[in-house]
Each structure stands twice: as C-alpha cells, then as structure tokens.
C-alpha cells in the first residue's frame, strides 16, 4: 500500500534561500504524523507544496501514490487543510463561510456532520451568524479547524491547529484526533510547535531543521531511546556507584546520585537493588527536551 | 464551483461596482442636462468660435459643440473612461489580493483548478464594469427621452450601443492586462496601481497625439486610439473592427494569465 504522504528528494529555494533541501520523509496511511521543527524551516513550504500552492524545484512530492503536482485537483479532493494563518472573509458570517468552502468540494457536503462538529467545538447558531471580523481569535480558529473536517478528508493537514484555542477547546480538537485514528480512514499531518500535543496526539514525528529532516521516528522509540534522568536519593553518604550504573552518572556525591539513564528503566532498579535508597525522582519523558536539543542542533541525526 | 467563486467575488466587490455606477449614471444625467440648457440657451452657436479646433479635433470634431455631442461626452470624458479602467483593472486584479491576504490558501487548497481562479476574476471583471456601462446606458437612454429638444432627430439608440459596447472593449483591455500582472505578482495594488498608471500614460499618449502629429504612430499602442465616440454616434465610422481588435487583445492577455497563474507559486 502506498504512504499516504511521502516526499523524496523534495528541494525549494525561493531564489537564493533554500526553504527545503532533498527532504524525504513517508507517513504511512491512518498514521498522525507530527511534522516538527523551528520556525523558517520549511514546515509550511512542504506542507504547500503538497497541496501544490508551491512548486518544488526538485524532487517530487505523493500524497497516497499520486504525484502532488500532475495529480493536484485529484489529490485536493482527499485533502482537508488548517493553514496556520487563518485566511477569512472578513465580511461573510460564519454559516456562509462554510457554506462557500463546502460549496468548493467536489463532494456534497455532510450537514450532519457539520452540525457534529459545530457542536463539539461550541460554535452557537448566534456565532455562525456573525460576521467572521467580529469573531475573537480561537472563534475564528474554531471555524478553521471545522472547515478543514467536514469534508471527511482522507488526510488532514493541520499547521499549527490549536493556536489560541482554550483548554477545553485544545481537549474537544485531541477528541476529535482520537476518533479519526481509531476509525483508521484519515491520516493526520500535524504541524506543532505545541510538543505536549504532539507527543499526546502523534505516532511519530518528523523534525526539520533548515529544510533538512533530521530526525523522523516514532514517540514510542523515543521514548525508549531518549535518555531519562533519574536523581536517587539516600539517607546517608550514597554509596559507591556499581558498575551498572557507572556510565550513566552525570554527578554523584553527598547523598544523591543523578544519572541519565538509556533504555528500559527495570535494568537501572535492578543495580540499585541491595542499596539504601531513600527515594528516586524519575523525570517523565518529555518531548519537548528533545526536540529543543535537536533545534539547537545539540542532538545528532538519526534514522 | 466557477460559480461560487463568481458570487463570491462579485459579492465583495458588489458596494464598488454600484458606487460607480450610480456616479457615472448621475454624471449621465448631469451631462445631458447641461447640454440641454446649453441648447435652450443657444450656446452651441457659439461653441465653434470658443473651443480652440484642435480640442475640438481630439474631442471627435463636428459633433462636438452640439447636445448629441455632450451625449457622447458621457461615454468620452476622461474622466469616465479612467473611471471605468480603474473598476475593471481593480476587480481584475483580485488574484493577486488573493495571494497577498492568503485567500488563496483556503480555496486553491480546494480541489480547485487553477485555471478557474483566472476566469472566476474575468467574468467578475467583465461582467462588473458590463454593468456600470449598461447603468450608464440606461440611464443616458432615458435622459435623452426625457430632455432631447423637440427640433433634434432622435439619436439611433445603435449607434449608442456601438459607443458603449467600443468603451467596453477598451475597459475590458485594460482588464485583461491587470489580470495578466495580478496574475504573476504577489500584491494586488502592484498589480492595479501600476495597469492604473499605464492607461493614464496611454490616454495621454492618445490625447497627444491628436495634437502633435510625431505620436500618432507611437498611439496606435493606445487602446484609447480605438475609440471615436463622436465620429461612431454620428454614424460615419463603424467600430466594428476596433471592437475586435480590442477584444481580440483582452482575450490574448487573458490567456496569458492563465498560463502565468498556472506557472506560478501562489
């Protein structure tokens, strides 16, 4: 079966800048895939050229085997789009926004499921009918994200879909997240700078850096291979270090240890067994230290 | 789907499109009326003696100084036809405004073909100063009947039609070529301000050259070169052909936009 979403050898320059240089990165179909990285580094320009807003210089972009820019109508049929900035007619009111937008799909549109969504995203009869200048900024993006859904779309593209949304807003969209991927038929192409949904809400990941993917692997690997850090406390001077822990030891000494463990975290309990131990803090995993590091280029690529 | 990208865009540009044909209507009726107390006054009598030949001449010559002449001047006076140049090339450069506020995210992301975007602004272009043209006709049509001096033949309401329809034309000239920059470029008063600049320098190469016989060649660029309200009305020349020619120009420009929209980054 084809990736819902692959790029190979992707290149952009916008004249002398180079916005994406040989990306190649495959999301397999019902996967959400988080797409990561810094601002400027060629999140939205990949995400454009595969909905061929943008064309690349090289290489080529696929959504579901069909090429992005020879198939682009086709292809736009199976898309459903959150742009980050969320382009509006001012003048029109919410229903005839929506009205307009549906009217554009070659399909017709699913009021019953339009009505779903207005409903779980708390959008009143008296807010669609206002006009979308007199709305506040999570009410406009409520309208985005809605737009974007109610065509059912094979894939979803979302840039930065919970941007000034509230909390209750943000746990309406993660619900809404889970049911598409528990029915299995939608694909979801998330780009976030939010890491606690991204780490919530994807499979996997993809982070770029200067229109380079640097790194492309799934939360569970990362949560197996990203180091944890443990601090381990005693009531007395800490004993000397066993060996099993020697290499993970960042600083030790008084009555505590802190370690940066690698791995499953039974084999590192299993060294302490014996020792005693007052307490242990362990840091939960956390996306976000991760992805900082591979920002500031201080993790090295890998897969 | 052409068709709600039609509603759509006329629906925003629908306040522009109504405004100025209510101004050029009423220029119209303000036209007419003058010239109907010019002519009650015997003022016409005078006018050969008063306006230097040469004014005369660029104004279309022997009609001039008569009330089918100041009929004429509704559709003539530079002012309309810039007025009416800057709606269509204003509303024909809607694909660029559409870049330039992001728009075009939300729709081209649509299984949307480009090409329908290029004629979306077309038929919005052509059919929105269509409209001002036809108010401006009406209107003239009726004025007429109400005010024409009992003593004066009726004017052919065809030779009116070929006025306004030769008007047209060049309009939808200068609309096409707003399309054809909005078209390529990011910014939607790029795109009309400088289509604006170019057929201001275009009527006055035209005007010039009705003075000054070393432009005439360099005029014929001109759309405005194609256009001889008086001569038309008074029934001495056809516009057919220029008619064509202009139209045959739009729909060039026309299609290079589509190539230039189809080609581009949006």
Known sequence: MADAVRTESLTKYFGAVVALESLNLSVAAGEVYGFLGPNGAGKTTTIRILLDLVRATSGRALIDGLDCRAASVEIRRRVGYLPAEMPLYREMTGVGYLDFLAALESRPADLSFRRKLLTRFDVSDIDLRRRLDRLSHGMKRKFGIIQALMGRPSLLILDEPTSGLDPLMIEAFAETVHELKSEGRTTIFLSSHVLSEVERLCDRVGIIRRGQLVRETSIADLRRDTPRRLRVFFDRPAPPLPAALAGAVRRSGGRHWELEWSGPLGSALDAMQGLAVADIEIEPFKLEDYVLQIYSGTAGARD | ?266
Request: hydrophobic share 60%; with cysteine; aromatic share 10%.
């Open chain 2, 1 to 266: 789907m052409l068709f709600a990208l039609f509603r759509r865009s006329l629906a925003r540009h629908r306040a522009l499109i109504v405004a100025v044909a209510a101004l050029l209507s009423a220029f119209q009726i303000l036209d007419i009326v003058v010239a109907y107390n010019l002519q009650a006054n015997g003022i016409y009598a005078q006018f050969a003696t008063l306006v230097p030949a040469f004014i005369q001449e660029a104004m279309g010559g022997v009609l001039v100084g008569s009330f089918p002449g100041a009929i004429a001047l509704g559709f003539a006076h530079p002012l309309v036809m810039l007025s009416l140049s800057c709606v269509a090339i204003y509303l024909a450069s809607e694909p660029a405004g559409e870049v330039e506020d992001g728009l075009v995210d939300l729709v081209v992301a649509r299984p949307v073909p480009r090409f329908l975007i290029v004629a979306r602004s077309t038929l919005v272009y052509l059919v929105g100063s269509a409209a001002v043209v036809a108010a401006m006709f009406v209107t003239s049509r009726i004025t007429v009947r109400a005010l024409s001096p009992a003593t004066l033949t009726a004017l052919p309401a065809v030779r009116l039609a070929w006025v306004a329809a030769n008007l047209l034309a060049i309009v939808w000239c200068f609309g096409a070529a707003a399309l054809a920059m909005a078209a390529h470029v990011r910014e939607r008063m790029r795109a009309a301000g400088t289509v604006g600049l170019v057929a201001i320098f275009l009527y006055l190469l035209q005007f010039g050259a009705t003075a000054w016989n070393p432009l005439r060649p360099s005029a014929r660029v001109s759309p405005f070169h194609y256009y001889e309200p008086m001569r038309t009305l008074l029934g001495t020349v056809s516009p057919a052909k220029d008619v064509v020619g202009l139209l045959a120009a739009s729909a060039a420009l026309i299609v290079l936009a589509c190539v230039l929209y189809e080609k581009r980054d949006l």
